[in-house]
């Protein structure tokens, strides 16, 4: 099987980069959604065949190779089919005198967080008393979290959308100090979706004083994410490499080889736990139909849904250091095998809709960078996730129809032109 694991791997590689370059050429747009797909599904998955981590002791199974495989095809092939809307879609906004719904959104949202903060840890900054509250980034309070998981990832984009149509700066602030509010409990991955979400908005072609921005940027957002891992555990360990066994000290003690064992840890090793549980879940089969897809939306409005730990049973995970099996898994146990198939195809069709019609309509771009967010998290991908992903589409939807009134009108030659009005 190695080698044919090996040649499956390549063909995986070689149908991601030519989607890439493929949609590059038709929209020419750098940050198209197979970037983000080879960087943050694919090559990890692919990275993982080589074992890096001491914890690895299984091959991937034939399963995972298949999967991997088609639901890459599945991208080749939307790249190859999809062509842009060149229909170009203006949108000007015009502000109302009353309080800005987002502004609204933004003060609930840090009130809300910092009194989690309190309530959970018992200080406004649980990250600067971590020798007394521990990690508390994974922990909330029930309700109050959910809803500052849809906003913490909704408003620094959103912000930053209403800054860049009315050019007023307090919406740049605003999205700013939303994006920076997680910090505040050591959590890293809203923040870099934040980040890597504006830069998709904000940036397609790319020129060199662009490659040296975006190059600073990457480079500040990694340290810190790895600053702060390193002191969430400072009492714990030393390195993250060597708590999810990557014991080679040239990935351990210089700040490149620490950037690969990161991204090796929180990406490559999802994909092990994934391979883990399909081979335990192919042993007790157990199906949820939609159940573990729809929890976050519907679990709060039916008393006997299943829990967590029922959704979780079939996980085997490296350890708690790296123990999150990709959405893949939750595609697994709703309808085994084949629902994978079906999850990605749902989703990419979906994605790759958008992406067509967001070349020249900054309404679909903004969409399109709020649906990355599935694959930003694809490696991390639970009910957490869930809880955050469906408001966000629904209140996509809303703000699309209730916030933007186009008005069809025709220019002086006869031609169908488009103006909307948006009530902020």
Same mark, same amino acid.
């Given at each position: 099987?190695?080698?044919?694991?090996?040649? %499956?791997?390549?063909? &995986?590689?070689?149908?991601?980069?030519?989607?890439?370059?493929?949609?590059?050429?038709?929209?020419?747009?750098?940050?198209?959604?197979?970037?983000?797909?080879?960087?943050?599904?694919?090559?990890?998955?692919?990275?993982?065949?080589?074992?890096?981590?001491?914890?690895? #002791?299984?091959?991937?199974?034939?399963?995972?190779? &298949?999967?991997?495989?088609?639901?890459?095809?599945?991208?080749?092939?939307?790249?190859? %089919?999809?062509?842009?809307?060149?229909?170009?879609?203006?949108?000007?906004?015009?502000?109302?005198?009353?309080?800005?719904?987002?502004?609204?959104?933004?003060?609930?949202?840090?009130?809300?967080?910092?009194?989690?903060?309190?309530?959970?840890?018992?200080?406004?900054?649980?990250?600067?008393?971590?020798?007394? #509250?521990?990690? #508390?980034?994974?922990?909330?309070?029930?309700?109050?979290?959910?809803?500052?998981?849809?906003?913490?990832?909704?408003?620094?984009?959103?912000?930053?959308? %209403?800054?860049?149509?009315? =050019?007023?700066?307090?919406?740049?602030?605003?999205?700013?100090?939303?994006?920076?509010?997680?910090?505040?409990?050591?959590?890293?991955?809203?923040?870099?979706?934040?980040?890597?979400?504006?830069?998709?908005?904000?940036?397609?072609?790319?020129?060199?004083?662009?490659?040296?921005?975006?190059?600073?940027?990457?480079?500040?957002?990694?340290?810190?994410?790895?600053?702060?891992?390193?002191?969430?555990?400072?009492?714990?360990?030393?390195?993250?490499?060597?708590?999810? =066994?990557?014991?080679?000290?040239?990935?351990?003690?210089?700040?490149?080889?620490?950037?690969?064992?990161?991204?090796?840890?929180?990406?490559?090793?999802?994909?092990?736990?994934?391979? #883990?549980?399909?081979?335990?879940?192919?042993?007790?089969?157990?199906?949820?139909?939609?159940?573990?897809?729809?929890?976050?939306?519907?679990?709060?409005?039916?008393?006997?849904?299943?829990?967590?730990?029922?959704?979780?049973?079939?996980?085997?995970?490296?350890?708690?250091?790296?123990?999150?099996?990709?959405?893949?898994?939750?595609?697994?146990?709703?309808?085994?095998? %084949?629902?994978?198939?079906?999850?990605?195809?749902?989703?990419?069709? &979906?994605?790759?809709?958008?992406?067509?019609?967001?070349?020249?309509?900054?309404?679909?771009?903004?969409?399109?960078?709020?649906?990355?967010?599935?694959?930003?998290?694809?490696?991390?991908?639970?009910?957490?996730?869930?809880?955050?992903?469906?408001?966000?589409?629904?209140?996509?939807?809303?703000?699309?129809?209730?916030?933007?009134?186009?008005?069809?009108?025709?220019?002086?030659?006869?031609?169908?032109?488009?103006?909307?009005?948006?009530? &902020?």
């Amino acid at each position: 099987m190695n080698v044919i694991g090996i040649v %499956l791997i390549g063909v &995986i590689i070689l149908q991601q980069i030519s989607a890439y370059f493929i949609l590059l050429k038709k929209f020419e747009d750098y940050f198209n959604p197979v970037l983000f797909t080879f960087l943050f599904v694919y090559f990890p998955f692919c990275l993982s065949y080589f074992k890096l981590s001491i914890f690895q #002791t299984i091959d991937i199974h034939p399963y995972l190779y &298949i999967i991997m495989l088609v639901s890459s095809s599945i991208i080749w092939m939307f790249a190859m %089919l999809i062509n842009p809307v060149h229909k170009k879609i203006k949108y000007e906004l015009q502000e109302n005198y009353k309080v800005s719904l987002a502004i609204l959104l933004n003060i609930v949202y840090i009130i809300g967080y910092f009194y989690e903060n309190t309530v959970i840890s018992g200080h406004l900054l649980p990250l600067m008393m971590i020798e007394n #509250t521990g990690d #508390t980034h994974l922990q909330g309070v029930k309700y109050i979290r959910e809803i500052n998981t849809v906003l913490r990832v909704l408003l620094p984009l959103l912000n930053f959308y %209403l800054y860049y149509k009315t =050019g007023k700066k307090r919406y740049l602030f605003l999205s700013v100090i939303s994006a920076l509010v997680p910090l505040s409990r050591g959590s890293r991955s809203a923040v870099i979706n934040s980040i890597l979400m504006i830069l998709t908005f904000k940036f397609r072609k790319i020129n060199i004083k662009k490659i040296f921005i975006v190059g600073i940027v990457l480079f500040v957002v990694i340290n810190l994410a790895m600053s702060l891992g390193d002191h969430r555990r400072v009492y714990t360990s030393n390195s993250y490499g060597y708590e999810v =066994g990557i014991v080679k000290e040239n990935l351990n003690d210089n700040t490149v080889g620490q950037a690969v064992s990161w991204y090796y840890g929180y990406y490559s090793l999802a994909f092990y736990n994934f391979n #883990t549980s399909l081979i335990n879940w192919l042993n007790d089969e157990v199906f949820f139909f939609g159940k573990a897809n729809l929890n976050g939306l519907v679990s709060y409005f039916i008393n006997d849904y299943p829990s967590q730990e029922e959704f979780n049973s079939r996980i085997i995970n490296v350890n708690g250091a790296a123990n999150v099996p990709t959405a893949l898994y939750y595609y697994l146990i709703d309808f085994g095998v %084949l629902g994978i198939f079906f999850f990605d195809l749902l989703f990419y069709t &979906i994605l790759f809709n958008v992406y067509r019609k967001s070349k020249n309509d900054e309404l679909y771009r903004l969409i399109y960078c709020y649906l990355l967010l599935h694959i930003l998290n694809f490696a991390f991908y639970s009910s957490f996730y869930a809880v955050s992903l469906y408001p966000i589409i629904i209140f996509l939807y809303l703000f699309k129809k209730v916030q933007h009134k186009k008005k069809n009108c025709e220019d002086n030659y006869g031609r169908a032109s488009v103006s909307i009005n948006d009530n &902020i």
